[in-house]
């Protein structure tokens, strides 16, 4: 069965920092891009960043350009997001997800469960 | 930026048909996806590349494009099937996932 279960989130002061983490299996992880995507309370999804499968292709968007950092670990099956200068705005429901790719059509399957990041002081 | 544009909320009856609208430019040449997402879970998708469905998904689940424009389509709908359902395309152009801003499904 593929999975994808986060860990990481937490309160955290504005300004603060927090590294959230995503372990995949069921699936070969290293051969997949992987996405972050966030949900603010009440709020519609957000992606946020999105790393290819051997850390060629990085990208963000622009909300959180320069604050936070994405990363994967292949050989650990592993996902990370490294968040600084934490906003309230940040606050939201971060989810990690599977980017399936066939014949250059994409889509997003599956999505974690999600891990809750709460800035407030 | 490449914007995705969906109503707010829909209503359906049990049993009849919902359809739920997704608006961008050039849209069908995105092949977008449609995910759902019920109340405190995680989405989950039900159809990629316009109008295809992952395995588990009903067939009461179907997508069509015209024009600029796609369409989640819920035969036979169910109270089960209260959910918001969000649309996404990948924009090339700025190397982004963009999701319009959901759609609630009521059944009534």
């Known amino acids: 069965e593929v999975q994808l279960v986060e860990s990481g989130g937490g309160l955290v002061k504005p300004g603060g920092s927090l590294r959230l983490s995503c372990a995949a299996s069921g699936f070969t992880f290293r051969s997949y891009t992987m996405n972050w995507v966030r949900q603010a309370p009440g709020k519609g999804l957000e992606w946020i960043s999105s790393i290819s499968s051997s850390d060629t292709y990085i990208y963000y968007a622009d909300s959180v350009e320069g604050r936070f950092t994405i990363s994967r670990d292949n050989a650990k099956n592993s996902l990370s997001l490294q968040m600084n200068s934490l906003r309230a705005e940040d606050t939201a429901v971060y989810y990690c997800v599977r980017e399936v790719e066939v014949a250059g059509i994409l889509w997003f399957d599956p999505w974690g469960q999600g891990t809750l990041v709460t800035v407030s002081s | 930026s490449y914007d995705l544009t969906q109503p707010p909320s829909v209503s359906v009856s049990p049993g009849q048909t919902a359809s739920i609208t997704c608006s961008g430019d050039?849209?069908?040449?995105?092949?977008p996806s449609w995910s759902q997402q019920k109340p405190g879970q995680s989405p989950v998708v039900v159809i990629y590349?316009?109008?295809k469905r992952p395995s588990g998904i009903p067939e009461r689940f179907s997508g069509s494009i015209s024009g600029n424009t796609v369409t989640l389509t819920i035969s036979g709908t169910q109270a089960g099937d209260e959910a918001d359902y969000y649309c996404?395309?990948?924009?090339?152009?700025?190397?982004?996932?963009?999701f319009g801003g959901g759609t609630k499904l009521t059944v009534l």
């Open positions: 996404q395309a990948w924009d090339s152009s700025n190397a982004c996932w963009v």
């Open positions: 050039k849209l069908g040449d995105k092949f």
């Open positions: 590349q316009n109008n």
